[in-house]
């Protein structure tokens, strides 16, 4: 991996069952009436000259094509360093549908190398 690029892994909040979201709330990791969040590990963060609920995008660049999921919200949590978090379906159009684990031949989603980008905002 590049300096720059995180591992993510898709995760499921404590209102859902497999796809099936029935809240915007996860009392297991304390986010409350939102879903488009990154967890990220304040070293990372950091690093990235991000802040606390900033805005910003990740992308995912497999096969030459670049994915782009927009609009996440950076939470700080006990991740370990260089990985990061967010929740699925919302970040379903960044994980390549053609590319597996190496072991189990399931989807890549708990593993996609991803990079974070302020979301750059023009006044119009």
């Known amino acids: 991996m590049k300096p720059n690029e995180l591992l993510l892994m898709t995760i499921r909040s404590h209102d859902q069952f497999n796809t099936t979201i029935y809240g915007l709330d996860d009392r297991y990791r304390g986010i ?3 879903r488009r969040i990154i967890f990220m590990n304040q070293a990372d963060m950091i690093a990235q000259n991000l802040k606390k ?6 992308t995912s660049n497999y096969d030459d094509t670049k994915r782009r999921a927009e609009q996440f919200l950076v939470v700080p949590y006990n991740i370990p360093k260089g990985n990061v978090a967010a929740y699925f379906p919302e970040t379903n159009m960044i994980i390549p549908y053609n590319h597996f684990a190496d072991y189990s031949n399931t989807p890549i989603s708990k593993s996609v190398i991803v990079t ?5 905002f023009v006044s119009g």
């Open 32 to 34: 409350h009436n939102e």
């Open 53 to 58: 609920l900033e805005v910003v995008d990740l």
């Open 116 to 120: 974070v980008e302020k979301r750059e």
